[in-house]
């Protein structure tokens, strides 16, 4: 996700960047390392399944060159979780003998 961006809900997050003149890419994410993911055309694309914490989130990049050369970046995002809502019985109202109560 983009730097400063919120995520809500995701069931996977997909995280890519650039990296011109290097070959691979490594990560990490929620404590989590990633990689060595290719690089191809100066892009790469990871998918990282399952959902992540809710809160802000951090990705931290190194890509390489295929010697000793290697730049970092990072970049934080949000992740916020599904709303809920409830519409009835309204907040603070008495129900009479109800025969059903339905929730949805």
């Known amino acids: 996700p983009a730097n400063g961006s919120t995520v ?17 890419v490594t990560f990490t994410l929620g404590g989590q390392s990633y990689g060595p993911v290719t690089v191809t ?3 790469w694309t ?4 399952g959902p992540l ?3 802000s989130q ?3 990049a190194v890509s390489t060159n295929g010697t000793t050369n290697s ?7 949000t992740v916020a979780g599904p709303t809920v809502a409830i519409t009835a019985p309204a ?7 109800p025969t059903n109560v339905v929730v949805s």
Not at 91 to 97: I, R
């Open 58 to 60: 951090t990705v931290s």
């Open 41 to 43: 055309g100066g892009n």
């Open 71 to 77: 730049t970092a970046a990072t970049s934080t995002f």
């Open 46 to 49: 990871y998918t990282v399944p």
């Open 8 to 24: 809500t809900n995701p069931t996977n997050v997909v995280v890519s960047g650039t990296a011109a003149n290097a070959t691979s």
């Open 53 to 55: 914490a809710n809160g």
């Open 91 to 97: 907040n603070g109202s008495t129900v009479t003998n």
